[in-house]
C-alpha cells in the first residue's frame, strides 16, 4: 500500500512492485502519521519534527530543481531592480523639478543635489515663505541666501494649492 499514487506508479514501473493506492490506504497512513510516536516509543516528538522538517526541504528543493548556480541569477535579478528603482526616482525628481520649476525656477539652478532639491521644496513649500525658514540644515549658508534672495525675485508664476499638495506628495514618495 502506498499514499501517493505517482510513487505507487514510479515502484510498478523502475522495480515492477504492484502498489495499492486508494483513499482508505490515504487514511490508513493519515493514522499512522497521527500516532508514529505512540506505534514507535523511541521516535520523541523533536526527532520528529526535525526529520519531517528535513524531509520537506529535500523534497522542495527536489521539486524546485535548485541550483546553486541561480543565486547568480538572484543577484543580477537584484541589481537590474535597483537600477529600475533608481530610473523612476530619477523620473518622478525631474517630473518635480518640471512642475515646480513653473513656481520658483531659480531654485533649480541653485541646487545641483535632487535629493537637496526635494527636501527644500517640502520645506519652502510656496515661494513667498522661503524668508522665513531656517535652510541651513540642508544647504550653506551662501547658498541658503542665495534661495532666498531669489525666492523674493522670482520670475515664477504662482501655483493653487491643490498643485503645491500634489508636488509636495510627489517629493513624499522619492523620500520614501
Known sequence: ?????KIGNALRDKLS????TSPLVQEIMRGIREHVTALIPELDQTQLKTMSLGLAH???RYKLKFNPDRIDTMIIQGINLLDDIDKEVNNYVMRCR?????HFPELGKLIADNLTYVKIIKLIKLKTEASDLDLSSLVSTTLEAEVKASATVSMGSDITEEDINKILTLCDQILH
Open 1 to 5: 500500500a502506498v499514499a501517493e499514487p
Open 17 to 20: 512492485i504492484e502498489c495499492i
Open 58 to 60: 529535500s523534497v522542495s
Open 98 to 102: 518640471e512642475w515646480y520649476g513653473w
